[in-house]
């Protein structure tokens, strides 16, 4: 993938979309491979480590898009805010959590609903950041500034002080250990997309990548109801080879680019959709039926819940 020229975008532009296979500055194949490479040993590490998803519950996530839509961000740090909020949460809720278990107090039931009070309050702020870090890590222009933030938090009638949004921001990268090597489905996708270009010359791309960010979308807000259609799949399923897999499927973020594709393909254009699958199939090592029986899914959650994609 490749940004567009400087002079179609103006001095320090940044793309709405990404440029694929881009003659002169495009990645090269070594590279490409390497950088699945990567990709899918991060993925490996994730579904080792299962890797929790508390929160990336439809209110989180609608409360992050329309965040993100407030400030005019793009699609890569929505979804990237996503998983920032939910590695955070996890952890901060798992430590605050601890640090009452094994207090001296003789009030921990009190001391932690006062807590759960204060996370909840917290809230708006604490999601304000996350998309703070995630604009800073996706561009190094288009950020949420410590001034854009308060403004927006006092549009939502919460007057936070310029250092109070400072310390939140603060306390996320503390709590996350300043590990903020994170990645989100798009990147799994739009590196699924370049090697595809790179190896069907004859294939657009770039006509399925914007069906693929709104499904990624629907995805997050729908994310409960898909995998409970796959766990059924698998129930009704003669082989257990899906049954065994339903579990990790929360995780596989791999597997989640590849189904999130082949919809896209069904979507825009149906002929090419066995193609797309078989190349995907080749790139991935992921056998064809796991793909499809997710891809399957994914459009029938789109053909019921129109309403609620971006």
């Given at each position: 993938m490749a940004c567009k020229p400087q002079n179609d975008l103006g001095i320090f532009g940044t793309p709405q979309e990404p440029f694929f296979n881009h003659k002169e500055s495009g990645v090269t194949p070594e590279l490409l491979g390497q950088w699945l490479l990567d990709l899918s040993a991060i993925n490996s590490d994730r579904l080792k480590g299962s890797t929790k998803d508390c929160f990336k519950s439809f209110k989180h996530v609608d409360l992050i898009y329309k965040t993100c839509d407030r400030l005019k961000m793009s699609?890569?740090?929505?979804?990237?805010?996503?998983?920032?909020?939910?590695?955070?949460?996890?952890?901060?809720?798992?430590?605050?959590?601890?640090?009452?278990?094994?207090?001296?107090?003789?009030?921990?039931?009190?001391?932690?609903?006062?807590?759960?009070?204060?996370i909840i309050k917290q809230q708006a702020l604490r999601i304000t950041s996350c998309c703070q870090i995630a604009s800073k890590l996706t561009s190094h222009h288009r950020i949420i500034s410590v001034n854009r933030a308060r403004r927006f938090l006092?549009?939502?009638?919460?007057?936070?002080?310029?250092?109070?949004?400072?310390?939140?921001?603060?306390?996320?990268?503390?709590?996350?250990?300043?590990?903020?090597?994170?990645?989100?489905?798009?990147?799994?996708?739009?590196?699924?997309?370049?090697?595809?270009?790179?190896?069907?010359?004859?294939?657009?791309?770039?006509?399925?990548?914007?069906?693929a960010i709104k499904l990624l979308y629907l995805f997050n807000l729908k994310r409960t109801e898909i995998y409970d259609?796959?766990?059924?799949?698998?129930?009704?399923?003669?082989?257990?080879?899906?049954?065994?897999?339903?579990?990790?499927?929360?995780?596989?973020?791999?597997?989640?680019?590849?189904?999130?594709?082949?919809?896209?393909?069904?979507?825009?254009?149906?002929?090419?959709?066995?193609?797309?699958?078989?190349?995907?199939?080749?790139?991935?090592?992921?056998?064809?039926?796991?793909?499809?029986?997710?891809?399957?899914?994914i459009v029938e959650v789109v053909q019921e819940n129109k309403s609620h994609t971006p």
């Open positions: 699609a890569q740090v929505k979804l990237l805010a996503v998983e920032i909020f939910n590695r955070f949460m996890t952890r901060h809720i798992e430590e605050l959590y601890n640090h009452v278990l094994t207090s001296d107090s003789q009030t921990k039931r009190s001391d932690w609903d006062k807590i759960l009070q204060r006092c549009e939502l009638g919460h007057n936070y002080t310029a250092g109070s949004i400072l310390q939140s921001e603060l306390r996320i990268l503390k709590t996350l250990e300043f590990k903020l090597a994170v990645l989100s489905p798009l990147q799994y996708v739009e590196t699924l997309l370049e090697i595809i270009g790179h190896n069907d010359k004859t294939t657009d791309v770039k006509l399925y990548h914007s069906t259609k796959l766990y059924k799949t698998a129930c009704s399923a003669e082989t257990t080879q899906l049954q065994n897999r339903v579990c990790e499927m929360v995780s596989d973020m791999l597997l989640l680019g590849t189904a999130v594709i082949t919809a896209s393909a069904f979507i825009m254009d149906m002929s090419t959709t066995d193609t797309i699958l078989e190349n995907l199939s080749l790139i991935t090592k992921i056998v064809k039926d796991e793909i499809v029986d997710f891809a399957t899914v």
